[in-house]
């Protein structure tokens, strides 16, 4: 090879006449200062010829090449084949060694993985939920427009209004919420879900004293009563379908006449020959006669299966297929006869009929997770006469074990599903993440209603909870009420239906407030009294009860109070009638506004004056809320220059010594006495006062001054009041220097001078 290669080099060189090293010395080590064949080729705009591996370094070549190698070439050259040699041999040791590592993932995860398809395999549940169910009728349908929603929704919550304001139910609300919805094959599942509610909800009970009831609307009923009930209801919901559908499925078979239940059976099997073939069954009208059997408890019918049975005699009861006892059962003698048969479907009957778990489990039997669903409510029902470890716990587990991927496309199906099982909680929790949110909060509404949920309370927790030691869980009913009703608050009526649903009265009331306050209806849902509204005393209607009313008002004012929402606070104070704090904070109002001029202090004066008028003689604070309200009038004067009208009001307010006599210390003293136990709106501004007050004689005395009066005598005299209102204020400012600053009292000084000056 290595013959080769130089011989190709000898021939490139002779066809470009360039010396080229043969191959091997193109890995040779050059001194520096040296250029190399690879270097002189580059330079010359050629490709330089490429190793092709690094196995071209061997010790043949090596011996080859003595002739043209130093021994110090010789030794770098061993070291470099060293280093390649090591490199190549870590390289494969360390893709073995990754090799190994993956390879030994893989069998652990198959492994992991086999057991995890083998226990699949074992549960029948399990094995059958991958088929999708047969029941065709309910389909997602497709995502209704914004507004069929809000057609919805106002439909829904004028009924839950009514069902809220009603105390005397006498409709049966299941079927007043399905009659909602059309009749649309869009609307077709959940209309479904709505008659499978009213079945499970709707029968002929018996109570604990024995007597019959029938259908229950109201909240009397009582679902630990009522759980085992819905078993038989859940298993009878499921034959009744199956045998819909298998009639439906053979009544193109048969000839004349409405076919009866055994024939269609037949006809059905002959069909399916699959199901039975290759089975050591006795055969009855061309199909297995124990097979036939179990068909007709399928779909419910006993009697057509004791009838089908003939000579081999069923027992006349059953605790699977009857819901009351009968003596002369011995469950243990049919479990005999089921182990000791040699045929497969007897051995499957007479195991259901006992109440027990089928030995031969023949999984063409149970195609579909409703075939499997209906074995295990059988066996819960049998359960509830007869011993055994087949209860409701057992058939929510096996629900639970269905993949909720495998109904994507069908929820509302899967939700049936746990609806047979009991599985309330787990059945809104799933639903109400769907596009069927909508109906998911009025099917919890419905189960609340009759108390079929596990309720957990409180207003910071999660919406569901799951338990460890239950299938059921937990869900809180109050915030999933307030989530919703949070969602359609643009129309605060249909909220507040939903909020009246959440028994906690507290937790009501706390929710009802926020909403209030949120959408700010006021009158809407309290009826509430607007203060800021002289024409407008008259209480609303409301939806809610006095005692609601005046409860929510309170606990809303208290929130406003606290959250420095003060008109609101005022109003609602107003309508739970505690007028002394109504007052008393519109009091605090002004007083934080009385030098101002805004919109807020003209409501605030609105808001007063019309509280005086209708409370003034229900609160002990009315008299100081009209002095402060009084005072604002009066600031508001002076901000519009009508100075006259301003100082004619304060002293009609009578808080400062203006009188236009002498001066008389025992009134100046006696002023000062009072400011001492003024209302705090009125000392807290008392500078401000006597600045706009001295400041309003200060202006009357310049203009009057001015003028060329004919009357001289008569000017003089007018002048000589408001020098004796100025000096008595400021002899009243001298009495009351703790409540006024020292800028203040000089301010006062350097006016009084200033008009003295004047005369």
Not at 98 to 117: P, R, V
Not at 224 to 239: F, I, S, Y
Not at 597 to 622: D, G, P, R, V
Not at 638 to 661: C, H, K, R, T, W
């Amino acid at each position: 090879m290595f013959n080769r290669l130089v011989k190709q080099s000898e021939e490139l060189n002779v066809n470009n006449d360039l010396f080229v090293p043969n191959a091997f010395a193109l890995y040779s080590a050059k001194k520096p200062g040296k250029v190399t064949a690879n270097s002189e080729a580059l330079a010359l705009g050629l490709e330089a010829p490429k190793p092709t591996s690094f196995a071209l370094v061997t010790n043949d070549l090596l011996q080859e090449s003595t002739n043209i190698l130093t021994v110090e070439n010789f030794i770098e050259n061993q070291l470099n084949s060293i280093m390649v040699q090591s490199i190549e041999e870590t390289k494969t040791e360390t893709e073995n060694t990754c090799y190994d590592l993956l390879t030994n993932n893989i069998h652990e995860n198959w492994a992991k993985e086999k057991k995890k398809f083998i226990d699949f395999l074992g549960n029948p549940l399990n094995r059958v939920s991958v088929i999708k169910p047969i029941t065709n009728s309910v389909r997602t349908s497709s995502i209704d427009s914004e507004a069929i929603v809000t057609t919805k929704i106002a439909a829904y919550a004028n009924l839950v209004g009514a069902i809220q304001t009603d105390s005397k139910i006498n409709f049966p609300i299941v079927s007043a919420f399905a009659s909602v919805l059309d009749e649309s094959i869009r609307n077709k599942g959940v209309t479904d879900t709505w008659s499978l509610i009213a079945c499970l909800l709707n029968y002929k009970s018996i109570s604990q004293d024995g007597s019959q009831r029938g259908s229950i609307n109201k909240k009397e009923y009582s679902y630990p009563l009522a759980c085992n009930l819905m078993l038989w209801t859940a298993k009878a919901h499921l034959e009744k379908q199956f045998k819909k559908i298998l009639m439906l499925r053979t009544q193109g078979n048969t000839v004349g006449g409405f076919p009866s239940l055994s024939s269609c059976v037949i006809e059905y099997l002959k069909s399916r020959p699959q199901i039975w073939q290759n089975n050591n069954a006795s055969i009855e009208n061309g199909c297995p006669k124990w097979l036939q059997i179990f068909y007709c408890l399928r779909c419910g019918d006993y009697d057509a299966a004791i009838a089908i049975a003939g000579s081999e005699r069923l027992p006349t009861y059953s605790p699977a297929f009857h819901d009351l006892n009968q003596p002369g059962f011995k469950v243990d003698d049919i479990k005999m006869q089921s182990s000791s048969t040699s045929d497969e479907f007897k051995s499957i009957v007479l195991s259901i009929l006992a109440g027990s778990e089928p030995l031969r489990n023949n999984t063409r039997l149970f195609e579909t997770a409703e075939d499997v669903l209906w074995l295990k409510l059988t066996l819960a029902c049998a359960s509830l006469r007869v011993s055994s470890r087949n209860t409701l716990e057992s058939v929510q587990f096996a629900v639970c074990q269905l993949p909720e991927n495998k109904f994507i496309d069908r929820p509302l199906v899967y939700f049936q599903f746990l609806l047979l099982a009991q599985l309330f909680e787990k059945a809104i929790k799933f639903l109400i993440s769907t596009e069927f949110w909508l109906e998911a909060v009025h099917f919890a509404y419905v189960f609340n209603f009759y108390g079929l949920f596990n309720i957990t309370n409180g207003e910071d927790k999660q919406l569901f909870v799951e338990l460890k030691d239950t299938q059921r869980g937990q869900i809180n009913f109050a915030k999933l009420m307030c989530e919703y009703s949070n969602r359609i608050k643009y129309e605060p009526p249909f909220s507040v239906f939903y909020l009246l649903a959440v028994e906690d009265q507290q937790i009501q009331y706390n929710y009802i407030k926020d909403l209030i306050i949120q959408t700010r209806s006021f009158k809407q849902l309290l009826g509430i009294v607007d203060l800021s509204d002289l024409n407008d005393f008259t209480t609303k209607p409301t939806y809610l009860t006095k005692d609601q009313i005046l409860n929510i008002a309170s606990i809303a004012a208290i929130d406003c109070e606290r959250n420095g929402e003060f008109e609101d606070a005022i109003q609602l104070y107003a309508h739970c009638s505690d007028y002394n704090k109504m007052f008393s904070i519109l009091q605090n109002q002004l007083g934080d506004n009385l030098t101002q001029t805004s919109a807020k202090k003209q409501k605030l004066i609105s808001m007063t004056e019309n509280a005086l008028n209708k409370f003034a003689n229900l609160s002990k604070y009315s008299q100081t809320c009209l002095k402060t309200a009084q005072v604002a009038v009066f600031f508001d004067l002076v901000a519009s220059q009508n100075y006259e009208d301003a100082l004619n009001l304060m002293i009609g307010i009578n808080i400062l010594p203006l009188s236009d006599s002498a001066v008389n210390f025992n009134e100046v003293q006696q002023k000062a006495d009072l400011l001492r136990v003024e209302v705090h709106t009125i000392t807290q501004n008392i500078s401000a006062i006597l600045i706009a007050t001295i400041n309003c004689i200060n202006k009357l005395y310049t203009a009057l001054s001015s003028r060329n009066a004919i009357n001289q005598q008569a000017q003089e005299s007018h002048l000589e009041i408001f020098r004796q209102m100025s000096k008595i204020l400021v002899a009243f400012a001298g009495l009351i220097r703790q409540h006024i600053s020292s800028n203040t009292y000089a301010d006062l000084l350097r006016i009084n001078t200033n008009m003295l000056t004047r005369i």
